[in-house]
């Protein structure tokens, strides 16, 4: 054994970057909803960045360490401790038997993701660990369920070097989100006034957000088109519902769909939303693919630099 789970709740996840290839299959991508701050965390391990790690939504997590190794945490503030002292919210540290970690309840942000040298152990399938439930795949057991007390998490070795975190890679989940949308087809069903609304207004995260899709709240927006047929859905569309409020499609979102759409996050912009709380407040800002994948190439140098 290698950790064992004391505290855990639905939102406590094994989680690597997900499935693709099998969308024509209806299977959708799953993986870390916050795939940056997954990548940083193995990163310190020396892993590869895609490796299995637990996605830890909201807290409330608890383990008991049945063997020494290194560790690593990244993302969210979620007030972690180690035999009761505080670790930081980004950073690699040092584990022994016995000893036992627990993350409490959001401080800033919304998810961490907890990696172990070469990833957690389990069962692939489709090419992946990642737990997806409404699909019944993927998780410690290979059956689409979150993280329970008694489980038990393996990994194999110890950590090659560990690194420490760049503090100016560290974001800030505090401040206001700034979500870049690459605009997409139906943008031009969208009346005038409804473009201007959508991108020189506030949104406010809704309470009903999950690993399907997140709602924002805002100015209602208008639509030409009032059915289509249903189309292949990207990660990050964002949909525009009879009622004007717009949903941002996350990793297990549904494979196709039949709502016109603004456009589409960028991968960046689907990460620093699964950080978003309900009640926090965001804006869009539209750009282009290519502008997009300048973004994303900027973002990826630090873990090769």
């Known amino acids: 054994m290698s950790l064992v789970i004391d505290r855990s709740t639905p939102f406590i996840l ?3 970057r997900g499935r693709f290839g099998c969308r024509h299959l209806g299977v959708t991508q799953g993986g870390a909803l916050d795939w940056v701050s997954m990548g940083w965390a193995n990163w310190m391990l020396g892993n590869p960045l895609d490796a299995a790690v637990v996605e830890i939504g909201l807290g409330a997590f608890n383990l008991t ?16 401790t180690l035999d009761g002292q505080p670790l930081p919210a980004w950073g690699a540290f040092k584990v022994r038997i016995g000893q036992r970690l627990a993350f409490a309840h959001p401080r800033q942000g919304a998810r961490a993701y907890l990696a172990a040298p070469d990833g957690f152990l389990g069962e692939r399938q489709l090419g992946s660990l990642s737990t997806v439930a409404r699909e ?18 393996h990994w194999q070795g110890d950590a090659p070097q560990v690194r420490n975190m760049p503090r100016a890679q560290i974001p800030d989940f505090s401040a206001d989100a700034r979500l870049e949308l690459i605009l997409g087809a139906q943008i031009g069903d969208f009346s005038g006034q409804s473009l201007f609304d959508a991108f020189n207004n506030q949104w406010t995260v809704d309470t009903r957000a999950d690993r399907m899709g997140v709602r924002l709240l805002g100015p209602k927006l208008e639509c030409r088109t009032q059915s289509m047929i249903s189309e292949g859905i990207s990660l990050g569309a964002v949909q525009v519902p009879p009622d004007g409020q717009p949903i941002a499609l996350l990793n297990d979102r549904q494979t196709i769909g039949g709502y016109p759409r603004l456009g589409a996050l960028t991968p960046l912009a689907v990460a620093r939303l699964a950080q978003c709380l309900p009640g926090a407040k965001l804006h869009f800002a ?3 693919q290519e502008a997009a994948h300048q973004e994303h190439r900027k973002a990826l140098t630090g873990w090769w630099s």
């Open 65 to 80: 360490c049945q063997r020494d190794g290194s560790l690593a945490i990244a993302g969210a503030d979620l007030g972690a």
């Open 286 to 288: 539209p750009t282009v």
């Open 136 to 153: 019944e795949l993927g998780g410690l057991n290979a059956n689409g369920k979150a993280l329970a007390i008694g489980d038990q998490l």
């Open 14 to 16: 094994l989680q690597d």
